[in-house]
């Protein structure tokens, strides 16, 4: 099991040297940093020096691979390549465009962005589950139809839709919970609970749907077929065994996502004001932050991989005829 | 007049032309004509489909781009493009009002100073100004041109009714009731419509008084290409990559795998952001590439396309060599192989016709969900040029005014409405398509 984890850590460094590089390439290559100042700086009417001034500012006025002006290992350190994408693997993001630490804000920001994820995440399964075994439990009946094609509707929605609609049904008619805002502490429920909501139920369509074709392969088993046989009620039959043994695909498919969770979502923490990191991302982008967007991508990146391994993980846990080998 | 043909069009017409083309070679095959065959005999299907040739009918009309010639000087052109749709809706492009209204009314949504004194709601320019100061006869004028409306729509329906009497005739087992349902209904929605067109703002105007009928057709374009053009780009590669890797093995297998599992595993909103965040900038440093503004808009739509592509080809890259695999370890491509046909031959004559049912269903599972993701992109900025008009700029620029007091409900209830439609039917048809060539799907 050990040597397994290892194994998947180091087969983990490729995949991580290549996002890197990719970003890398993204940012620095297709434009180079003087792209980029007059970018940021306006297009027009910029001088060379405030060019200059602004990517000695911002550690850009180095070589991109190999600085043949520098001694020993300056010659690959002291490079724009070393500077902002070496340094990641040791988790220093260095500064954003407006002089704030990165890895200061991501400490900072992570605790709004799990207040909101992980409800949405179990509260999300729990109830694509049940809505499933609803539909499961009246199946090829004229519910179980409707079921579906309720499914079918919700996927069809645009996820904006629900965000829009619930704050103003929610907040502005309503006066239940403010539209938008967090708080630390207790407090923060109310601001969390239309979020999670929101996205639980622009979410639900789609899994509920996968979690019922799920549900009836398990029906069509041996195994669910010899506990009727032996008399078995229906519903015993359901809940004990077609639950069970198909709850192991649904979780630990679910598993990979867990460490994203992280991330936050962006589209809700945008619209709710919620100052997590999706709204940080949000705002990196809009202000055209290159180092967070930078930074977030290799964190996604890494968060991913962790998420394989632990699927890889969760099903030796569930399945016990799989061997990490 | 003078012809323009941007880059997506090229692209549209050729999409168009494969899937004719697809059409004639699949008739031909029995296997696929029985699959189709069991699409077409699917009541919801065919009314899936029916609508979406509605909407790919718009967006062909969106397509035919020209620059229109200025009177006067020789051979000089406007510097807008515009489109067939553009000229047909000639009458909705240009009766813009000052600012909001609501659908089908006559006065303004918000008050104004009037001649000195009085505030109060101005009369619209264009909407029921053929009912001049007879404002009592605007419900009555209402009701007269939607019984008008449906009239025509029945007519029109009677025509196409009669012109697909030789497609019923050819293909009798088909859902054609089901079809010419659906067509009915639409041109009985649409009648009523294009006749109030004539005299109002049927969904009323927006912000900057443009009208927002107007603007939910020519977003149908935005979204068609977005879905479809995107999985026509990743095609080639994630067919290629993945029958590659499922045939050849080996360290080959290993380096297209390491390719899709890194790409994979950058978050695909942040891969898009990063990607697209360049992109603008590139477009920006070079403004001599494009002549016109909608030739920058279009680069920046292709640009999307492919970004997206690269991010969404993974998946399908990923089923095609586990297929693959499969499809290599039995007798017929064993035969083929001791028999000496090369590998590139065996691939595309052996191999790729039996995987083209996991293409055909990844085409049109991923079309609706394109569609969607184009609205979120675009509302978070980094989605399509702002100038181009579709569903995700739409609600963009709509977002603050449900926060109105009275709320302008009219332009995002448009912009959602139409793309629910188009989503739903992309995704019943996407059902059925998969149902009929999965083959594991045994009814």
Redesign the interface.
Same mark, same amino acid.
């Given at each position: 099991m050990l040597a397994y984890l290892i194994r998947r850590l180091l087969y983990a460094l490729p995949i991580l040297i290549g996002v890197n590089v990719i970003t890398f390439t993204l940012f620095f290559v297709v434009n180079t940093p003087d792209d980029m100042a007059r970018m940021q700086l306006g297009v027009k009417r910029v001088t060379p020096e405030a060019i200059e001034k602004w990517k000695v500012e911002r550690g850009y006025d180095k070589p991109l691979f190999w600085n043949a002006g520098a001694e020993g290992a300056g010659k690959v350190a002291e490079t724009i390549f070393f500077a902002k994408s070496v340094k990641m693997f040791a988790l220093d993001f260095g500064r954003a465009d407006d002089g704030r630490d990165i890895a200061r804000e991501i400490r900072l920001r992570m605790g709004p962005s799990l207040a909101v994820a992980v409800p949405v995440f179990v509260l999300g399964l729990f109830a694509a589950i049940s809505f499933a075994l609803l539909l499961v439990y009246f199946r090829a009946s004229y519910l179980d139809f409707a079921g579906v094609v309720l499914c079918v509707a919700m996927m069809s929605i645009s996820g904006l839709f629900y965000i829009i609609g619930g704050q103003w049904l929610v907040s502005k008619i309503w006066h239940l919970v403010p539209i938008s805002g967090y708080a630390e502490g207790l407090t923060a429920a109310k601001f969390v609970i239309l979020p999670v909501i929101v996205s639980v139920l622009a979410g639900i369509g789609s899994s509920a749907r996968w979690y019922r074709t799920i549900f009836l392969e398990e029906y069509t088993r041996d195994y669910v077929r010899t506990a009727r046989a032996k008399g078995l009620s229906e519903r015993f039959v359901l809940f004990r065994h077609v639950l069970r043994n198909a709850l192991i695909p649904i979780l630990t498919g679910a598993v990979v996502v867990i460490p994203a969770l992280f991330m936050g979502s962006l589209l809700i923490e945008a619209f709710f004001g919620i100052p997590g990191l999706g709204s940080y991302t949000i705002d990196a982008i809009n202000a055209q932050d290159f180092a967070v967007v930078r930074a977030m991508v290799f964190i996604g990146s890494a968060l991913y991989i962790v998420g394989l391994l632990l699927t890889d993980i969760s099903y030796t846990l569930a399945d016990p005829r799989i061997r990490l080998q | 007049m003078k012809f323009v043909l941007l880059w997506s069009d090229v692209l549209f017409f050729l999409l168009l032309a494969v899937a004719i083309g697809g059409g004639i070679w699949a008739s031909r095959v029995e296997h696929l004509r029985l699959s189709w065959r069991k699409v077409g005999t699917h009541r919801v299907g065919m009314a899936a489909a029916t609508l979406l040739v509605a909407f790919v009918a718009v967006a062909l009309l969106d397509s035919l781009h020209y620059r229109e010639r200025l009177p006067g000087e020789q051979d000089t052109y406007a510097v807008e493009v515009r489109s067939a749709l553009d000229a047909l809706l000639t009458g909705l492009r240009t009766r813009t009002e000052k600012t909001y209204s609501a659908p089908l009314a006559t006065h303004s949504f918000a008050k104004e100073t009037l001649d000195g004194e009085s505030r109060d709601f101005p009369r619209l320019k264009h909407a029921g100004a053929h009912l001049g100061s007879d404002l009592a006869a605007h419900e009555t004028d209402i009701a007269h041109k939607l019984v008008q409306g449906l009239g025509m729509g029945l007519v029109v329906w009677l025509v196409f009714w009669l012109a697909g009497a030789p497609l019923r005739r050819a293909a009798p087992h088909l859902a054609w009731t089901v079809a010419f349902a659906t067509l009915l209904m639409l041109c009985l929605a649409a009648g009523p419509v294009a006749m109030l067109a004539q005299g109002y703002h049927v969904l009323g105007t927006d912000k900057v008084g443009q009208d927002v009928l107007y603007l939910t057709l020519k977003s149908i374009r935005t979204g068609l290409l977005i879905g479809t053009l995107t999985t026509l780009i990743m095609l080639p590669a994630a067919v290629f990559l993945g029958l590659l890797a499922g045939y050849a093995g080996g360290w080959i297998d290993d380096v297209i795998q390491?390719l899709y599992?890194?790409?994979?595993?950058?978050?695909g909103?942040? /891969?898009i952001?990063?990607?697209v965040? $360049?992109m603008q900038? !590139?477009i920006?440093?070079h403004p001599e590439w494009f002549a016109t503004s909608a030739e920058r808009a279009d680069a920046r739509l292709l640009a999307l396309c492919a970004i997206l592509g690269i991010t969404s080809w993974t998946g399908l890259c990923r089923l095609l060599r586990g297929e693959t695999l499969k499809l290599r370890e039995l007798e017929y491509v064993q035969a083929a192989r001791a028999l000496g046909v090369s590998g590139l031959r065996i691939l595309a004559r052996h191999i790729l016709p039996n995987v083209m049912h996991i293409v055909m269903i990844a085409i049109v599972m991923d079309f609706?969900g394109l569609v969607?993701a184009e609205?979120?992109l675009s509302?978070?900025?980094?989605g399509v040029d702002p100038n181009t008009i579709s569903?995700g700029t739409m609600?963009n620029t709509a977002?603050m005014e449900?926060?109105r007091e009275p709320?302008v409900w009219w332009s /995002?209830a448009a912009a959602?409405v139409f $793309?629910?439609v188009l !989503?739903?039917a992309a995704?019943?048809f996407a059902?059925v398509v998969r149902d009929a060539f999965d083959p594991r799907v045994v009814k």
């Open positions: - | 390491y599992t890194t790409l994979n595993s950058i978050p909103v942040l /891969l952001a990063a990607a965040l $360049m900038v !590139v920006d440093t609706s969607l609205a979120v509302y978070v900025g980094i569903f609600i977002r449900l926060a709320m /995002l959602f $793309m629910f !989503v739903l995704n019943l059902d």
